[in-house]
């Protein structure tokens, strides 16, 4: 399958060239977007220097400031999928995703599944040296998602994840206004309700190791409360509409 890795960076020269590495070694034939919000650190820079020197496979988005997760990741399906790509790749920068299970994720995908998601929360997956706090309120905050929206999926709010082209294109992307992890969760929720397969893949989720997490407990909540405004809206207000509405700004 032709795929395209997206990794949306902000303040990342600590890390895009690791990220980049081990991409490379883990799929030699993916071709690697860079989406970053304005980096001061000149992360753009680090980036287009690294595909310079390695052959090329490596775009780099350009954005003035920072617009938030989902946006990145919205640009670059719509890239990815004006470009003509089978397979698009939701990674992370800060090396707490592994690039060695980007095999894994696109073979799902290929072998028939609408989207791949990098586990935590099943057999094989792990999450070492994390606080039981953050273990608790991530997996409360999942099953919640998946009990209230009738998500059968343990891990809907990682970001780790691989989807293919036909489900993608036929999600309307502008619609899908959440940022963070409301915006993982959305995605699996416009998959599931357009009869989309959805399987997860085991991965090991390592803490970020340089720079500073963008991660917030308001993000946490936020996205707990869409959770919950999907619910009533499609449950109660727009029963057996299969085409989701934009979430309230």
Same mark, same amino acid.
């Given at each position: ?24 070694? +883990?799929?030699? *034939?993916?071709?690697?977007?860079? $989406?970053?919000? #304005? =980096? ?7 980036? @287009? ?63 028939? +599944?609408?989207? *791949?998601?990098?586990?935590?929360? $099943?057999?094989? #997956? =792990? ?7 953050? @273990?608790?309120?991530s997996r409360g905050g999942n099953r919640y998602a998946g009990l209230i929206l009738g998500l059968p999926v343990r891990d809907a709010t990682a970001g780790f994840r691989c989807y293919g082209a036909p489900i993608l294109s036929s999600i309307d992307l502008a619609a899908v ?35 500073? =997490? ?7 909540? @936020? ?27």
């Amino acid at each position: 399958m032709r795929s395209l890795v997206i990794l949306p960076t902000y303040n990342e020269a600590e890390n895009i060239g690791e990220v980049l590495d081990r991409v490379r070694a +883990a799929v030699p *034939a993916a071709e690697v977007l860079v $989406v970053d919000d #304005g =980096s001061p650190d000149g992360t753009a820079d680090l980036a @287009e220097r690294w595909g310079a020197d390695n052959g090329g496979q490596v775009r780099v988005m350009r954005r003035a400031g920072k617009s938030g997760l989902g946006s990145a990741y919205r640009a670059g399906f719509a890239h990815g999928l004006a470009e003509g790509f089978d397979a698009l790749i939701e990674m992370d920068s800060d090396l707490q995703h592994d690039p060695a299970a980007l095999p894994d994720l696109i073979a799902a995908v290929a072998a028939g +599944a609408d989207l *791949a998601i990098g586990s935590r929360y $099943v057999p094989g #997956g =792990s999450i070492p040296n994390w606080p039981r706090h953050r @273990e608790w309120l991530s997996r409360g905050g999942n099953r919640y998602a998946g009990l209230i929206l009738g998500l059968p999926v343990r891990d809907a709010t990682a970001g780790f994840r691989c989807y293919g082209a036909p489900i993608l294109s036929s999600i309307d992307l502008a619609a899908v206004t959440a940022d963070g992890y409301g915006f993982q969760i959305e995605m699996a929720y416009n998959v599931m309700r357009r009869g989309g397969r959805i399987v997860e893949v085991p991965i090991r989720f390592s803490d970020r190791q340089r720079g500073t =997490s963008k991660m917030s407990g308001r993000i946490v909540f @936020e996205a707990l409360g869409l959770v919950t405004w999907w619910a009533v809206r499609d449950r109660l207000l727009r029963r057996g509409n299969a085409s989701p509405a934009p979430a309230p700004s």
